[in-house]
């Protein structure tokens, strides 16, 4: 039996590729695991604020010095890391938008990015804090971006690679339904991400 986390970023909601091949995967980890807990968030309807200044220094803020102000600032942060460790397994439906991820992922990143909490700082460079976790990305795209000339603009992959590797999160999984607006791709795009998805 795993925990697992679900987080989608997608704004087409039931018309989602990334969200179909989150759910997808989310189906073949409870077949290999039965019973397992599945935690959703769905991170455009929650619309995480942006960090602002009271936010981040109340990060950096002593927890027994914290006002009441700085301690509400920062409560869905804590909630954020709390599901974060409680995750055994996480399924991050990533669609690729303008080269990158959807911003709603991008707060939900800076929420969870906490020094002393999910990472720590030593003299030759970060130290994750958030181990033995499972990571399962579930990337769409309209054109194809995992080989070809395309590659050189996916900030999708290699940067959710680089800033979960930072926290500790190296066993890191990426399933493509790309081409999706590629014809002759586009038909069986979906097909073949389907047939991809390998669980651990």
Same mark, same amino acid.
């Given at each position: 039996?795993?925990?697992?986390?679900? #987080?989608?970023?997608?704004?087409?909601?039931?018309?989602?590729?990334?969200?179909?091949?989150?759910?997808?995967?989310?189906?073949? %980890?409870?077949?290999?695991?039965?019973?397992?807990?599945?935690?959703?968030?769905?991170?455009?309807?929650?619309?995480?604020?942006?960090? +602002?200044?009271?936010?981040?220094?109340?990060?950096? =803020?002593?927890?027994?010095?914290?006002?009441?102000?700085?301690?509400?600032? %920062?409560?869905?942060?804590?909630?954020?890391?709390?599901?974060?460790?409680?995750?055994?397994?996480?399924?991050?439906?990533?669609?690729?938008? +303008?080269?990158?991820?959807?911003?709603? #992922?991008?707060?939900?990143?800076?929420?969870?990015?906490?020094?002393?909490?999910?990472?720590?700082?030593?003299?030759?460079?970060? %130290?994750?804090?958030? +181990?033995?976790?499972?990571?399962?990305?579930?990337?769409?795209?309209?054109?194809?971006?995992?080989?070809?000339?395309?590659?050189? +603009?996916?900030?999708?992959?290699?940067? #959710?690679?680089?800033?979960?590797?930072?926290?500790?999160? =190296?066993?890191?999984?990426?399933?493509?339904?790309?081409?999706?607006?590629?014809?002759?791709?586009?038909?069986?795009?979906?097909?073949?991400?389907?047939?991809?998805?390998?669980?651990?």
């Amino acid at each position: 039996m795993k925990n697992i986390l679900h #987080l989608k970023s997608s704004i087409q909601g039931a018309a989602s590729y990334s969200i179909k091949l989150g759910n997808a995967i989310v189906e073949r %980890i409870q077949d290999k695991y039965p019973g397992s807990r599945v935690d959703e968030l769905d991170l455009v309807a929650m619309d995480i604020p942006h960090l +602002n200044p009271l936010v981040l220094q109340s990060f950096f =803020t002593p927890a027994d010095q914290l006002t009441g102000e700085q301690k509400e600032a %920062i409560h869905l942060s804590d909630t954020l890391v709390k599901q974060l460790f409680a995750a055994d397994v996480i399924v991050i439906g990533a669609p690729l938008i +303008n080269f990158t991820i959807h911003s709603s #992922l991008k707060a939900w990143i800076d929420h969870i990015t906490r020094a002393g909490i999910t990472f720590g700082y030593s003299a030759t460079g970060p %130290i994750g804090l958030v +181990n033995g976790k499972k990571i399962y990305i579930a990337m769409s795209s309209g054109g194809v971006y995992s080989e070809g000339p395309g590659a050189a +603009n996916d900030f999708v992959a290699p940067y #959710l690679k680089a800033f979960l590797g930072i926290l500790g999160m =190296t066993d890191v999984s990426v399933f493509r339904a790309e081409g999706l607006k590629v014809p002759g791709i586009k038909e069986v795009a979906m097909e073949r991400a389907l047939e991809s998805i390998e669980i651990d």
